[in-house]
């Protein structure tokens, strides 16, 4: 007789740390395998263990619904671990991209080189999707935080911000890689 197939899913982490761990404490197809942390040769800041993935038996599938980044302070390391866990059991995890995955596209074509002219960064339009009444145009965003000249750096901060929906997301990542 077949075994019985058993899925977990699990979606909208967005950086989450804390969310993602309490769903692998209650999880029935994944499990933790205690590892040392590291990172490029540096350990994640405040741990001593990072655990890698690992599916609990050989009747599990595992789906990522999307949405792994943007508003915690753990979108890198949940993302390592689920790309880890997908190339160590690639017919049995299915990851998913949300709507917070799939619009980091724009950062290719709206950071590249031809793009940062003075001429595109002064003319700006503003992004049909932004309703907020408190959104800054991209040089008032720079004049406000006293940044220099326009570049790909503050372009990012001000597409995090202004147009992403996550504010903190630049500064998260930026004390996640240090």
């Given at each position: 007789?077949?075994?019985?197939?058993?899925?977990?899913?699990?979606?909208?982490?967005?950086?989450?740390?804390?969310?993602?761990?309490?769903?692998?404490?209650?999880?029935?197809?994944?499990?933790?395998?205690?590892?040392?942390?590291?990172?490029?040769?540096?350990?994640?800041?405040?741990?001593?263990?990072?655990?890698?993935?690992?599916?609990q038996g050989d009747n599990t599938v595992f789906?990522?619904?999307?949405?792994?980044?943007?508003?915690?302070?753990?979108?890198?390391?949940?993302?390592?671990?689920?790309?880890?866990?997908?190339?160590?059991?690639?017919?049995?995890?299915?990851?998913?991209?949300?709507?917070?995955?799939?619009?980091?596209?724009?950062?290719?074509?709206?950071?590249?080189?031809?793009?940062?002219?003075?001429?595109?960064?002064?003319?700006?339009?503003?992004?049909?999707?932004?309703?907020?009444?408190?959104?800054?145009?991209?040089?008032?965003?720079?004049?406000?935080?006293?940044?220099?000249?326009?570049?790909?750096?503050?372009r990012l901060q001000w597409m995090l911000t202004?147009?992403?929906?996550?504010?903190?997301?630049?500064?998260?990542?930026?004390?996640?890689?240090?």
């Open positions: 007789m077949a075994k019985k197939l058993l899925v977990g899913f699990f979606t909208d982490v967005e950086g989450n740390l804390r969310h993602f761990e309490r769903y692998l404490d209650i999880s029935k197809v994944l499990r933790r395998r205690p590892g040392p942390v590291v990172a490029e040769g540096r350990k994640w800041q405040g741990a001593e263990w990072e655990d890698e993935l690992e599916m789906v990522f619904g999307g949405d792994v980044c943007d508003r915690g302070e753990g979108d890198i390391r949940i993302a390592k671990r689920l790309t880890s866990l997908k190339r160590r059991f690639p017919h049995r995890v299915f990851l998913l991209l949300g709507n917070r995955d799939l619009n980091k596209l724009r950062f290719a074509a709206e950071l590249a080189a031809t793009e940062m002219e003075s001429v595109h960064l002064t003319n700006l339009p503003h992004p049909f999707w932004v309703t907020d009444p408190s959104f800054i145009p991209y040089p008032s965003f720079l004049s406000s935080r006293n940044l220099p000249a326009p570049s790909a750096l503050s202004q147009t992403m929906g996550c504010p903190d997301t630049f500064e998260m990542r930026r004390r996640e890689l240090h």
